[in-house]
């Protein structure tokens, strides 16, 4: 509001002396003599005639009854002329200067009364007068009244518009100032007292002629409005608790309470405006919720804004609001969660709560917005939220359906009051008692919507769990365990991140529920998880027979696209769920060893950088066997270079012209060596299987053994033939070929040098191999897929009287051929083998782990010693192996 001040005396004229003009004595010096300027007091101000507020009045009566009558000249009763605007504004200027203000605003005042209430009064003849009138049209009717009445209290108070400004402003007279001052220490609520501006003054009447004095009386009852409005909004919740769940069956779905009770007011003509339009607001609400077109949200928008300015929103309109919301919604919620699918539901369910905050928006008050959102969340969500996710979470997860999985999360959020932000702001407004009530309230609220947001937690895990299950015991479909395991890892991750917006309790889920079905098997799930690991890091064949296997190049890097490293994070990820990570540690060391020593790494960096993973991920301990074999083979790649140079420098020849000797024994010189030395400490334990080397290989490796021991005396070394392979050529009827073979398949073919054709038996007894070992070897020569032999009589069966010999008019397209070995079922015995080693070294650790145990103990029972023991250490174990332990212990007197 805009004051005014009264215009300061000009400071010269306050100062200047009195008397007339003359010549005054002179200075001095002599001077001319000193010019004075008096000033004569003027008479008394003018009185203005007796009886002109009167006059003036008359003129502004008319002018108001032109207003609201909505006539431009005169008034149709009287015939009275009707001033200019001008005009007006001046006569109110004049009143309020001679100190008539409060006289003149006493009498504006009861003049708009007057008007007013001849304006209900025309809005209540026309509903009595009317038999059944529709909710509707009375609303109708209120708001073309309402908006009159405020078009011409507007332009009154542009008439009044200097006593409305010294109204606000507290006025220069006494009299205002006084009615100002006592309004402020009396005045509790802005809507409650007296009201200061012309536009306040039109409103209050308005609402006391639609409404009575009812309200006042009850807000006089409670000593204060804000009280009145809790217990209204108290009984309003009661009621909305009491009809959503005994609502009758007279009230279908598309039509409210309002209508219900609109129209049995009818008959008693009792006259309540603010509840008769109210219902008609209710009932367009109800209309547009059952799937009318929207074209009234103007009309309801200006009715929520007038019962808000007359003070009737909260105390009227918002209750019955509410109470009609939750009946609506408790009962379409009945309907359709059994109708509907989960997915068609959850949808319904959004679409709802964003059309009832967009009708907030559009047309209510912004208070009603968050109560609505709680009224439509409790019926419509909170009592089929556990249905939802029962019936649709898992097929949902199985799915991949991201978002219906987000949707159920963001209705769980919204039930038990949660609907985020603002809780803070409000009690920062509020009184201490109020902000207390608020900050239980909020916090009750708060509580229960981490209940319903912790079912939809418990359903992610439920089903991350089951499925994740159903993968790991599925032994028909191991082989594609791990590759699975990912599948459902991402979908995981993606949920929680994308839907659960990466929530601590959902990522907590996601990793408990892994380490649960992960460790279902024992050592399976690490077993697995190192062979998927091995298959990312190993070469092709293609490219393994490309490549000279005892050449350095061998472990040239090859690019490693982007795919592998993300398979090989996946399973780093789930490795990082396995409690046997020793298992993993024993498998995936099996596999590295023979990638390293048969020339089938893909990378060396790729190789090199899985291993700084798992470094980071479990500690230099874990990997230090690892990184140890690398250093076997970059060593060994020194001592080959030694090896080679001191054979270039060496004066060993042999005989050209021997024809013998070129059929039967080449070259040391002709012969590349590649021999690595691996230290016991670091690499799988591997069992010695007898050969009988051709001389020329035999030859090869004595010098390589003397040269090695020349270097490193005192040590010693046995040979691996089983690790070892050998590229060899031969010339068939259509040209020449390299083959890679195993050392074992290098062996039986240079045989066949010296003799034309050999019995199964003779290649045993020539070769001095085991007699399984054999049989699989000359399998994968003459009946596999690539034949070099030929075998007598045909079959896939090896017996000892089979004869065998050089396939001459073999052909195959590529100049270096891989033949490849006859894995035994021996696959299982490795592994195995591998089992009993990882637990003999567990039985070490809990041998440890009971005697760390005891010690700190000195006495306890049997039966919490293996509890105890159990908690401690970090890989799944037996209750037997543990007894066993115990019992080794109290053997060897350790334990009593």
């Not at 069956?249 to 309540?272: E, P």
Request: proline fraction near 3%; charged fraction near 30%; hydrophobic fraction near 35%.
């Amino acid at each position: 509001p805009v004051g005014f001040r009264r215009r300061a005396t000009r400071p010269e004229a306050a100062m200047a002396p009195l008397g007339g003009l003359g010549t005054g004595s002179r200075g001095p010096n002599g001077a001319a003599p000193v010019r004075r300027l008096t000033i004569k007091l003027t008479k008394a101000p003018p009185r203005p005639p007796d009886g002109f507020e009167e006059e003036a009045w008359t003129s502004l009566s008319a002018a108001i009854d032109a207003i609201h009558d909505k006539t431009s000249s005169v008034r149709s009763e009287h015939k009275t002329p009707v001033p200019s605007y001008e005009t007006l504004y001046r006569s109110v200027e004049d009143v309020c200067v001679h100190k008539k203000a409060p006289w003149l605003f006493d009498k504006l005042r009861e003049k708009l009364k007057t008007r007013v209430g001849a304006r209900v009064r025309e809005l209540k003849s026309s509903y009595e007068n009317s038999v059944g009138m529709d909710p509707v049209a009375f609303l109708c009717a209120f708001d073309t009244a309402w908006r009159d009445h405020c078009d011409a209290v507007d332009t009154t108070r542009r008439v009044f518009l200097y006593l409305d400004r010294m109204r606000v402003a507290g006025g220069v007279n006494d009299e205002f100032r006084a009615r100002a001052a006592n309004q402020t220490r009396s005045g509790n609520d802005a809507l409650f007292a007296e009201p200061r501006s012309i536009w306040d003054v039109g409103v209050r009447l308005f609402r006391d002629a639609l409404v009575g004095d009812e309200e006042t009386t009850e807000t006089t009852a409670n000593d204060s409005p804000s009280k009145a409005r809790l217990a209204r909004a108290a009984a309003a919740a009661a009621r909305a608790e009491s009809n959503s769940g005994t609502g009758g069956d007279s009230v279908s779905r598309g039509q409210s309470v309002s209508q219900k009770t609109a129209h049995s007011g009818v008959g008693t003509k009792s006259f309540d405006a603010a509840r008769l339009a109210s219902q008609g607001a209710l009932l367009l609400i109800a209309k547009e919720r059952s799937g009318e077109s929207k074209d009234s949200r103007g009309l309801l928008r200006r009715a929520t804004r007038a019962f808000a300015a007359l003070g009737v929103y909260a105390a009227t309109f918002e209750p019955m609001f509410l109470e009609q919301t939750a009946v609506f919604y408790a009962r379409e919620g009945d309907d359709l969660s059994v109708a509907l699918t989960p997915f068609e539901y959850g949808a319904h369910c959004e679409t709802r709560l964003r059309e009832e905050l967009n009708l907030c928006d559009d047309a209510l008050d912004a208070s009603t917005k968050k109560t609505c959102a709680r009224v439509v969340a409790k019926h419509l969500v909170e009592k089929h939220l556990q249905r939802m996710l029962d019936e649709g979470f898992t097929k949902a997860f199985k799915e991949n359906r991201v978002g219906d999985i987000a949707r159920f999360f963001q209705l769980a959020k919204r039930c038990g009051g949660g609907s985020g932000g603002g809780g803070l702001e409000t009690i920062t407004k509020t009184t201490k008692d109020q902000r207390e009530a608020l900050a239980s309230t909020l916090t009750d609220a708060s509580n229960s919507s981490t209940k319903f947001v912790d079912a939809v937690r418990r359903a992610f895990g439920v089903s991350l769990r089951s499925l994740g299950t159903e993968i790991v015991k599925d032994e028909q479909r191991e082989k594609d365990m791990v590759m699975r395991l990912l599948t459902l890892k991402s979908l995981a991750d993606d949920a929680v991140h994308r839907a659960f917006e990466s929530g601590e309790t959902f990522v907590a889920t996601n990793r408990e529920a892994f380490e649960h079905f992960v460790n279902q098997r024992g050592n399976k799930p690490p077993e697995l998880i190192a062979k998927f690991v091995d298959s990312k890091l190993r070469a092709s064949s293609a490219k393994a027979a490309g490549t000279s296997e005892n050449d350095s190049s061998s472990f040239v890097a090859i690019d490693h696209d982007a795919e592998t490293e993300k398979a090989l994070d996946g399973a780093l990820s789930l490795f990082r769920h396995v409690q046997g990570k020793d298992a993993f540690e024993a498998f995936y060391k099996r596999d590295l060893a023979k990638r390293l020593l048969l020339g089938k790494s893909a990378s060396v960096d790729a190789e090199k950088s899985f291993i700084g993973k798992l470094k980071a991920e479990c500690g230099a301990q874990f990997t230090a066997k690892l990184e140890g074999m690398f250093k076997d083979v970059d060593a060994s790649r020194d001592l080959m270079r030694a090896y080679n140079e001191s054979l270039l420098g060496s004066k060993t020849k042999q005989n050209d012209d021997d024809e013998d000797a070129q059929g039967k024994t080449a070259p040391l010189k002709e012969i590349e060596t590649y021999v690595n030395v691996l230290t016991a400490g670091s690499w799988p334990t591997y069992t010695a299987l007898t050969l009988r080397l051709p001389l020329p290989l035999e030859r090869a490796r004595d010098a390589y053994a003397s040269f090695y021991l020349g270097k490193h005396s005192g040590r010693k070394l046995a040979w691996l033939d089983s690790l070892g392979h050998c590229v060899l050529r031969a010339r068939f009827d259509k040209g020449e070929k390299e083959l890679c073979t195993s050392t074992f398949q290098a062996a039986v073919l240079l045989l066949f040098n010296d003799f034309e054709s050999l019995t199964a038996k003779a290649v045993v007894e020539k070769t001095g191999m085991d007699d399984g070992e054999c049989r699989r070897t000359l399998q994968s020569l003459a009946c596999g897929k690539t034949r070099v032999l030929t075998k007598t009589p045909k079959g896939r069966e090896i017996l000892d009287d089979d004869v065998f010999t050089v396939n001459g008019s073999f052909t195959e397209k590529l100049f270096r051929v891989k033949v490849n070995s006859i894995q035994m079922k021996e696959t299982e015995k490795e592994t195995d083998e591998t089992n009993e080693r990882v637990f003999q070294d567990r039985q070490y650790q809990i041998d440890a782990c009971l005697v760390r145990i005891m010690k700190t103990r000195r006495a306890t029972t049997h039966a919490s010693l293996v509890a105890e023991t159990f908690a401690q250490i970090s890989f799944p174990a037996k209750p037997v192996d543990v007894k066993k332990r115990i019992e080794s212990l109290i053997e060897r007197e350790y334990l009593e």
